[in-house]
């Protein structure tokens, strides 16, 4: 829906997925909500709602890196590295944002 420029359903889809993903995992730190954050921050974005964006890569941001914290202890290193390749996705967006 992104690309037709349908930002209002695709905010519609990107909300209720979110809320799905929050309601079935039981807890916010998790990657699939940061991931999502990062979709729907995306769409803000895209819409030029450059201070919603900001804020939103921001919470996946907090989220990842309390997951991070959490895989440091008992993960492999592939899950690491796939974690860590998110996180600093998400810090170069929010740097886009803010040049």
């Known amino acids: 829906r992104m690309s ?3 930002f209002e359903e695709a905010f519609v889809d990107l909300r209720k997925s979110l809320q799905i993903a929050r309601a079935q995992q039981g807890d916010n730190n998790n990657k699939t909500v940061a991931q999502m954050l990062c979709h729907l921050a995306c769409l803000y974005f895209e819409k030029g709602e450059l201070f ?3 804020a939103t890569f921001q919470d996946a941001l907090d ?3 309390k997951v991070w914290k959490k895989e440091q202890e008992n993960s492999a290193t592939k899950a690491r590295d796939a974690l860590m390749l998110q996180l ?3 810090l170069c967006n929010i740097g886009s944002i803010l040049n």
């Open 88 to 90: 600093t996705d998400t």
């Open 63 to 65: 989220i990842y890196r």
């Open 52 to 54: 919603a964006a900001q």
């Open 4 to 6: 037709l420029e349908k």
